[in-house]
T-cell receptor, first 111, second 112 residues
Framework: QKEVEQDPGPLSVPEGAIVSLNCTYS??????FMWYRQYSRKGPELLMYTYSSGNKEDGRFTAQVDKSSKYISLFIRDSQPSDSATYLC???????????FGAGTTVTVRA | SQTIHQWPATLVQPVGSPLSLECTVEGTSNPNLYWYRQAAGRGLQLLFYSVGIGQISSEVPQNLSASRPQDRQFILSSKKLLLSDSGFYLC???????????FGSGTQLSVL
């Protein structure tokens, strides 16, 4: 079993729809949770960063962390074609040099 | 904020040739530095990380090596490339303190 599980999709939605992405994990020691957006042939860009449980909102993006269920989510409201990308979840323990990544979910927003 | 410079963007090399990819970081000092590889349609594989000059940790046995000759310089090398070394190579920084990791723009390596 992988430490971080993420459905690779692909996921296709019409413009304006809500995109819902999620990851599950097995290591209860994870405390830092991140979402990255990666466009084709580009480096991943840090999108959202959350410490421990709870919600965080930034514009059209909302990140949720449920540590009791070992489940994190990313919601994109009013999706745009420019949101078409691969979204990677990542997480780490405190005082750990490394991140554990999900495999990434490819999202296409149709105009 | 930090800026990560990575070059070249694209590289085509024959099997058996040497490799040197360079990464430099601006805007921070004593960063943790990382090399990742991303195969087509797959996740990120950590290859090496470094917490200081001359300090290299290897995550997987392979045909590659890394060096950190200066505080903000990280180099990925190979003496003889294999077909299996093809992939998208990413340099990343920093994670200390605020735990965030930032990536460079990547190098697409094709070994033919």
């Amino acid at each position: 079993q992988k430490e971080v599980e993420q459905d690779p999709g692909p996921l296709s939605v019409p413009e304006g729809a809500i995109v819902s992405l999620n990851c599950t994990y097995s290591n209860s020691a994870f405390q830092y949770f991140m979402w990255y957006r990666q466009y084709s042939r580009k480096g991943p860009e840090l999108l959202m960063y959350t410490y421990s449980s709870g919600n965080k909102e930034d514009g059209r993006f909302t990140a949720q962390v449920d540590k009791s269920s070992k489940y994190i989510s990313l919601f994109i409201r009013d999706s745009q074609p420019s949101d078409s990308a691969t979204y990677l979840c990542a997480m780490s323990r405190s005082n750990d040099y490394k991140l554990s990544f999900g495999a990434g979910t490819t999202v296409t927003v149709r105009a | 904020s930090q800026t990560i410079h990575q070059w070249p963007a694209t590289l085509v090399q024959p099997v058996g040739s040497p490799l040197s990819l360079e990464c430099t970081v601006e805007g921070t000092s004593n960063p943790n530095l990382y090399w990742y590889r991303q195969a087509a349609g797959r996740g990120l594989q950590l290859l090496f990380y470094s917490v200081g000059i001359g300090q290299i940790s290897s995550e997987v046995p392979q045909n590659l090596s890394a060096s950190r000759p200066q505080d903000r310089q990280f180099i990925l090398s190979s003496k003889k490339l294999l077909l299996s070394d093809s992939g998208f190579y990413l340099c990343a920084c920093c994670k200390e303190g605020n735990e965030k990791l930032f990536f460079g723009s990547g190098t697409q390596l094709s070994v033919l």
